[in-house]
């Protein structure tokens, strides 16, 4: 068993900046690729970024393309979003979630609980 908890949501304003951060725990040795989410009101799920378990690749969905920054401290057993120029469409909740089979996340298996993001216009 794994377990993943989310921080850093809040309130902010357009073009503000945020950091999510997510802590796992548990059998944390098998941890491996790691991805975040994020659901709005009404709206599916979508994949927001992932990063590969050492870290040395990541991508990105294109509504967040050169704005969110995935980044991981694995001595920390900890992944993080730093989201800059955020626009109210990125207003979620958002959930970090881990592949404990795989370097590159393909099945996530683990998930957190979210946390709430919420962009004022």
């Known amino acids: 068993q794994v377990q993943l908890v989310e921080s850093g949501g809040g309130l902010v304003q357009a073009g503000g900046s945020l950091r999510l951060s997510c802590v796992a725990s548990?059998?944390?040795?098998?941890?491996?690729?790691m991805g975040w989410f994020r659901q709005a009101p009404g709206k599916e799920r979508e994949f927001v970024a992932a990063?590969?378990?050492?870290?040395?690749?990541?991508s990105y969905a294109d509504s967040v393309k050169g704005r969110f920054t995935i980044s991981r401290d694995n001595a920390k057993f900890s992944v993080y979003l730093q989201m800059n120029s955020l626009k109210p469409e990125d207003t979620a909740v958002y959930y970090c979630?881990?592949?404990?089979?795989?370097?590159?996340?393909?099945?996530?298996?683990?998930w957190g609980q979210g946390t709430q993001v919420t962009v004022s216009s």
């Open positions: 990063i590969s378990r050492i870290g040395g690749r990541t």
């Open positions: 979630a881990v592949d404990t089979d795989r370097d590159w996340p393909v099945e996530y298996d683990y």
């Open positions: 548990g059998r944390t040795f098998r941890t491996g690729g």
